[in-house]
């Protein structure tokens, strides 16, 4: 379900000038009627933010869970697009401000009392934006993607005439005491509706919104209604005034985006590599497909081949994950079930050039493989159904299929193995409740476990760098429930701390392929504990502490190949679940682009082939 901050892509570029954006061209009037055509709404709305300079907007939003329960806060909007200000307020079981001045954006939880300021990015200076109506592409409306919450959004109805399907008049009617015309929308290949909206007769603006939910039952989900809405007000300066010291703070609160490489320029194919990911069709009746892009869009829209589709022999019917690409990326290797029923699974090895897949392995269950840092083993967990979990490695061609963990201290059971360490030995640890319990490094030539450090840590997730020359890992505190994200070396000594969080949660942890960068999610808890994702990119030794990417679930994190890029996949976007990349050079980011790729698919668990 869509909630309190759906969305706040923040594409984070420097900007030195506040100069007001010229207005749009003043529209034809419009007067929406029950005689309007699909097209005529559609456009209509496309072009909405033409037809009104700056807004102030109040009203309510709830949001209907499954379980029966209901979620309700208010919410008020003032918004002048073409000087880059606006200032919004909720307040529910949380309350939250945020306003930005043309220059600055500030953030603040007035709940918890934890703020942000960043830079309001140059990428958003559209003024009175009208998207280009694309075949297959959404391009949602850059000013928004810095305000990021539900009512607001609706000022901007453009975000919603981008998909292809079919506006049907029903009735005039009134919102806000305004004069609307009821539509309701449907994906074109669907019978069920998926919005009702009230849009304003004269200017296309949304003054309620209702969502269904996608399984077609009528279930309403969600509703947004605005209560009050002023157009072309002249607004005080001070109404957009920021804290006196909001562009002074310290710590994670404050922290902006700052390049944290050199020169990015165009990829040479051999850097540039390939990305593998999965398309969900968003409708009945159609199926998902693995499919591969050159990472040559990532640099280079103009030399970008078409998307490929990759063959496989199985159908998609289960919970999917990434591929996992050997070190010289020749092969990939991936568990799967070819059985109707899901079981058992097979550890599959996918030859990228060959486009042949094999069978390597078969059990009831089987964990994601991790290829060894030489290449010469998998290594994957496998479950027996009953509550029993080993770990086995076989070598790419098939050999050698063992079991590794039969020596593990039962007392720990089960484990969970979290890769390869460099000295050809997995790491596994306990899947306890709870800090204790040691880590294991278990050999992978005899099987030996020995513990992985000499004293009693904190039990976590541990990254090794490239190089296996430090650690990385999420140190939890429960009683502040503070996170501090640290390195140290392998043998658990001189840890150094390189970012601070209260509460939420860090995942995923991702260095770069050099070993001097690491990526990782922050999960921050908004209203109604739904959180908000915050990707940074920060150096080995703490410099640098960048804040690169704001959205709601971010998913698997990902270098490129020469680590200038770093892509990340959102699972909850205006459009759906896709992939963004940020320019790690010049904090610039934009959704992937290829000949074919269409934003009416949900796109996930993508890989990175070198």
Same mark, same amino acid.
Not at 69 to 95: C, H, M, R, S
Not at 399 to 425: C, F, Q, T
């Given at each position: 379900?869509?909630?309190?901050?759906?969305?706040?892509?923040?594409?984070?570029?420097?900007?030195?000038?506040?100069?007001?954006?010229?207005?749009?061209?003043?529209?034809?009037?419009?007067?929406?009627?029950?005689?309007?055509?699909?097209?005529?709404?559609?456009?209509?709305?496309?072009?909405?933010?033409?037809?009104?300079?700056?807004?102030?907007?109040?009203?309510?939003?709830?949001?209907?869970?499954?379980?029966?329960?209901?979620?309700?806060?208010?919410?008020?909007?003032?918004?002048?697009?073409?000087?880059?200000?606006?200032?919004?307020?909720?307040?529910?079981?949380?309350?939250?401000?945020?306003?930005?001045?043309?220059?600055?954006?500030?953030?603040?939880?007035?709940?918890?009392?934890?703020?942000?300021?960043?830079?309001?990015?140059?990428?958003?200076?559209?003024?009175?934006?009208?998207?280009?109506?694309?075949?297959?592409?959404?391009?949602?409306?850059?000013?928004?993607?810095?305000?990021?919450?539900?009512?607001?959004?609706?000022?901007?109805?453009?975000?919603?005439?981008?998909?292809?399907?079919?506006?049907?008049?029903?009735?005039?009617?009134?919102?806000?005491?305004?004069?609307?015309?009821?539509?309701?929308?449907?994906?074109?290949?669907?019978?069920?509706?998926?919005?009702?909206?009230?849009?304003?007769?004269?200017?296309?603006?949304?003054?309620?919104?209702?969502?269904?939910?996608?399984?077609?039952?009528?279930?309403?989900?969600?509703?947004?209604?605005?209560?009050?809405?002023?157009?072309?007000?002249?607004?005080?300066?001070?109404?957009?005034?920021?804290?006196?010291?909001?562009?002074?703070?310290?710590?994670?609160?404050?922290?902006?985006?700052?390049?944290?490489?050199?020169?990015?320029?165009?990829?040479?194919?051999?850097?540039?590599?390939?990305?593998?990911?999965?398309?969900?069709?968003?409708?009945?009746?159609?199926?998902?497909?693995?499919?591969?892009?050159?990472?040559?869009?990532?640099?280079?829209?103009?030399?970008?081949?078409?998307?490929?589709?990759?063959?496989?022999?199985?159908?998609?019917?289960?919970?999917?994950?990434?591929?996992?690409?050997?070190?010289?990326?020749?092969?990939?290797?991936?568990?799967?079930?070819?059985?109707?029923?899901?079981?058992?699974?097979?550890?599959?090895?996918?030859?990228?050039?060959?486009?042949?897949?094999?069978?390597?392995?078969?059990?009831?269950?089987?964990?994601?493989?991790?290829?060894?840092?030489?290449?010469?083993?998998?290594?994957?967990?496998?479950?027996?159904?009953?509550? *029993?979990? @080993? /770990? !086995?490695? $076989?070598?790419?061609? &098939?050999?050698? %299929?063992?079991?590794?963990?039969?020596?593990?201290? #039962?007392?720990?059971?089960?484990?969970?193995?979290?890769?390869?360490?460099?000295?050809?030995?997995?790491?596994?640890?306990?899947?306890?409740?709870?800090?204790?319990?040691?880590?294991?490094?278990?050999?992978?030539?005899?099987?030996?476990?020995?513990?992985?450090?000499?004293?009693?840590?904190?039990?976590?997730?541990?990254?090794?760098?490239?190089?296996?020359?430090?650690?990385?890992?999420?140190?939890?505190?429960?009683?502040?429930?503070?996170?501090?994200?640290?390195?140290?070396?392998?043998?658990?000594?001189?840890?150094?701390?390189?970012?601070?969080?209260?509460?939420?949660?860090?995942?995923?942890?991702?260095?770069?392929?050099?070993?001097?960068?690491?990526?990782?999610?922050?999960?921050?808890?908004?209203?109604?504990?739904?959180? *908000?994702? @915050? /990707? !940074?990119? $920060?150096?080995?030794? &703490?410099?640098? %502490?960048?804040?690169?990417?704001?959205?709601?679930? #971010?998913?698997?994190?990902?270098?490129?190949?020469?680590?200038?890029?770093?892509?990340?996949?959102?699972?909850?976007?205006?459009?759906?679940?896709?992939?963004?990349?940020?320019?790690?050079?010049?904090?610039?980011?934009?959704?992937?682009?290829?000949?074919?790729?269409?934003?009416?698919?949900?796109?996930?668990?993508?890989?990175?082939?070198?």
């Amino acid at each position: 379900m869509k909630k309190f901050l759906i969305l706040t892509l923040i594409l984070l570029t420097s900007c030195s000038s506040t100069t007001p954006i010229n207005p749009a061209p003043e529209p034809a009037p419009l007067n929406l009627t029950v005689d309007s055509a699909s097209g005529q709404i559609q456009q209509a709305m496309l072009s909405s933010a033409a037809r009104w300079r700056t807004i102030q907007m109040s009203g309510d939003v709830t949001w209907y869970a499954s379980d029966g329960t209901v979620q309700t806060y208010q919410e008020q909007a003032w918004i002048d697009p073409l000087n880059g200000k606006f200032k919004v307020e909720l307040n529910g079981a949380e309350k939250q401000t945020k306003t930005s001045n043309g220059t600055s954006v500030y953030n603040l939880n007035v709940n918890s009392g934890q703020s942000e300021v960043f830079l309001y990015p140059a990428f958003a200076r559209v003024g009175q934006y009208i998207p280009p109506l694309v075949e297959g592409e959404a391009h949602p409306n850059p000013i928004w993607a810095q305000i990021g919450t539900p009512l607001s959004q609706l000022a901007f109805s453009s975000d919603y005439a981008q998909n292809r399907g079919i506006f049907k008049p029903v009735e005039i009617s009134s919102a806000a005491g305004r004069e609307t015309l009821v539509v309701e929308w449907m994906f074109s290949e669907n019978s069920f509706i998926s919005w009702r909206m009230w849009l304003d007769t004269q200017t296309a603006v949304i003054l309620k919104l209702q969502e269904f939910g996608k399984d077609g039952n009528g279930s309403l989900q969600g509703e947004r209604t605005v209560t009050q809405v002023i157009y072309d007000q002249t607004f005080a300066a001070s109404l957009f005034a920021l804290p006196g010291d909001s562009s002074n703070g310290t710590g994670n609160d404050s922290v902006a985006a700052v390049p944290v490489v050199t020169e990015s320029g165009p990829m040479s194919e051999e850097e540039a590599g390939e990305l593998y990911f999965f398309l969900q069709p968003r409708q009945a009746g159609q199926s998902i497909q693995l499919v591969r892009v050159s990472g040559m869009c990532v640099s280079d829209v103009i030399k970008c081949p078409p998307v490929e589709t990759i063959q496989v022999p199985f159908a998609f019917n289960f919970t999917i994950n990434a591929l996992s690409w050997s070190p010289d990326g020749r092969y990939a290797a991936f568990s799967y079930s070819d059985a109707a029923n899901g079981t058992p699974t097979r550890v599959w090895l996918f030859d990228a050039s060959a486009k042949t897949w094999t069978s390597l392995a078969q059990f009831p269950y089987i964990d994601p493989p991790f290829w060894s840092r030489d290449g010469q083993w998998i290594a994957f967990r496998i479950q027996d159904g009953k509550g *029993g979990e @080993e /770990v !086995y490695i $076989v070598h790419p061609d &098939g050999r050698e %299929l063992k079991n590794i963990s039969a020596s593990l201290p #039962v007392e720990g059971r089960p484990y969970i193995m979290d890769g390869w360490y460099m000295d050809g030995r997995v790491i596994m640890r306990s899947a306890l409740p709870g800090e204790g319990g040691s880590i294991y490094l278990v050999s992978a030539a005899n099987g030996e476990v020995r513990p992985m450090f000499d004293t009693m840590l904190k039990k976590a997730s541990f990254v090794a760098s490239p190089d296996a020359g430090l650690l990385a890992y999420d140190d939890f505190d429960y009683n502040s429930q503070s996170h501090s994200l640290k390195v140290m070396n392998p043998d658990g000594a001189n840890a150094v701390t390189l970012a601070d969080f209260t509460g939420g949660n860090l995942y995923p942890l991702v260095w770069s392929p050099d070993g001097n960068l690491i990526a990782f999610n922050y999960y921050r808890s908004f209203a109604n504990s739904e959180p *908000g994702a @915050e /990707v !940074y990119v $920060v150096s080995r030794n &703490g410099e640098n %502490l960048s804040l690169v990417y704001k959205g709601v679930t #971010v998913g698997r994190l990902i270098f490129s190949p020469n680590g200038k890029y770093l892509l990340v996949e959102e699972t909850t976007s205006p459009t759906g679940g896709h992939l963004f990349l940020i320019n790690l050079a010049t904090m610039q980011q934009k959704i992937l682009e290829a000949p074919g790729l269409s934003t009416d698919y949900d796109w996930y668990a993508p890989s990175w082939r070198p």
